[in-house]
């Protein structure tokens, strides 16, 4: 079947489709919520798991200036439970199917909607809200093409208006401190930067069993996950990208893989697998309660299985990628990343005219979360300044608490709180959404094709993003010290 959008896609794989399935004929509605005086109105789109951080924060954390008035999912199970967890915090919002979109809109009034749906119909929702009369928030990645990129510039552009895109890992704080340090002028001019970012086995095989294994839906770790680097470059650089050269391939979860490792075959899914004795990747997810209400008992619904086969062959998506970008500035990143490592975090290098930054973390990722591995809180960070000639000096790192480093509090609370002048400018709009992506699209197009691409040719009108003064490429530049 096919969702709004024109995408093919399978029924065990669709999870919160903008068109919606034979489900989305009637809402599922409570009763009318009107916001208090003063309070910002919000929907939510998109009932997953990455739906529970804005929805605690509009129902508990940040209740008092904003209002929770709508949720949308095309699952009406999960449309449901999200309602329960409002509930718990006495907030009343009215639930709607994927298909009353427009009509949640038109009853409940909201001034802002926040998109968590799926990737590929991010485009749908954030179009139609702004061209209602809505300001939209979006979880990265902030599209998946460059078609659509096109429609979301386009509307923006109709409608003056932004699209908000909340690029947590820009607030964590041995993240911005990087950035605080390339704007310090630390080591000059940033001529190139070497990145590897590695997704270990537990949670680098996730991204092949849920949904995100079909690129008409995610667009590939190239988009979905890689726009989280792509854009902490293009942040930290303080410029953006011009032209793209990529190769990718799938070369770990394959069927062959599975029997090299001792299984007969691939099978569908791991909860009738039956082979599950054997398999070290098996997901049990009535073991989790969480994925167990979220998942398992909404399957009925839908047919969404979130513990597909990481083997199966019918996965479309890369796990081994290396990628060349050229900058506006004239740098050059070189990044990689694989989904299949003995660790988990990333390794990054900036090569400038007056010496080298080395950053590291290490974290430890599972299909619930993000932690540190037990023992190692005080090494999973690590930024070293060495000067041209000169003797390596480590640099204590920033700290923080909360997910993604500290940064998911400070994000939410610029978002929903109260905004605080910020010299690193971390806030992005559709702009710096649309670079990120653009890369990671302009990849998925090498891969194909085997040639360089020119992001001038993926959208039109396409301006730069507001940035940080940086360092300029032509300034007098201090003689290093003898060798």
Known sequence: MSDSTGIRLDRRTLLQSAGGVALGLASAGAGAAAAAPGRKRHVIVGMGSRSRMYLTALTKTFREGNELVGLCDTNPGRLELGGQVAAAEGAQPRRYLASKFDEMLAEVKPEV????????????????????????????????????????????????????????????????????????????DVLSVDFHWLLNTVHGADYFRRWHSQKAISGGLMVHKATHHFDLVNWWLGTEPEQVLASGKREFYTPAMARRMGLKSHHERCRTCPEKAACTFYLDLAADPAFQALYLNQEKHDGYFRDRCVFRPEIDIEDTMNVIVRYKTGTTLSYSLNAFNAWEGYQIAFNGTKGRIEHQIVEQAFTAGATLPPGAEKDAVKTRLIPLRGAPREIEPWTGTGGHGGGDEVMLREVFGQAEPDKYKRAADERSGLYSILIGAAANRCFSSGRAVNIAELVKGLSPPQVAPMPTHDGKLPMPGKA
Do not use: W
Request: aromatic residues 6%; contains cysteine; charged residues 25%.
């Open 113 to 188: 909607v926040i998109v968590t749906s799926p990737d590929a119909t991010h485009d749908e929702y954030i179009v139609r809200a702004l061209d209602a009369g809505c300001d939209a928030i979006t979880e990265k990645p902030l599209t998946t093409t460059p078609e659509k990129a096109q429609r979301i510039l386009d509307a923006c552009k109709r409608n003056s208006r932004h699209v908000r895109v909340l690029f947590n890992y820009r607030y964590s704080p041995p993240r911005t401190q990087v950035k605080d340090l390339l704007m310090s002028n630390a080591i000059g």
